[in-house]
């Protein structure tokens, strides 16, 4: 029975050491790569909202499709059709810089990728 116990501990002690949240600074970590993984076709932000870290993210299509802001879990906490229907907090988002945005993009604009993502 003892055995027993100490393969459960161990077993979720493992498992709870692979489901750690993202913290944000880890470039590949699971949040920031999650986001990477649904827009890597198109352009990724870090941004400061209300002093927390957020992701503005869109497709390459951007000018059609809705722009997004992710917390670090990349959990949609904002969305914008376009101009007059955003969310409230789109116009909060401080102190952008483009992380990441595919070469390949409908702007014209050089391809970014700060932390490496797309290796």
């Known amino acids: 029975m003892k055995r027993i116990a ?9 498992f709870s050491n692979s489901c750690m949240k993202d913290d944000g600074n880890e470039p ?3 949040g920031l790569y ?5 827009f ?3 352009e990724i932000s870090e941004c400061s909202w209300n002093g927390v870290l ?9 000018v059609e499709l809705p722009s997004y802001v992710l917390n670090t ?9 376009g101009p007059g229907s955003c969310d409230t907090l ?3 988002l401080q102190d952008c810089e ?4 595919t070469s390949n993009n409908i702007w014209g604009l050089p391809g970014v990728d700060k932390y490496g993502l797309a290796h």
Do not use: E, H, P, W
């Open 54 to 62: 957020v992701y503005k993210a869109m497709n390459v299509n951007g």
């Open 28 to 30: 590949t970590g699971t």
């Open 90 to 92: 789109f116009s909060q």
């Open 98 to 101: 483009v992380i990441y945005r």
């Open 40 to 42: 890597r076709d198109g």
């Open 73 to 81: 879990n990349a959990v949609v906490i904002g969305v914008c059709y």
């Open 6 to 14: 100490i393969i459960l501990v161990l077993i979720l002690a493992a």
């Open 34 to 38: 999650k986001i990477y993984r649904q």
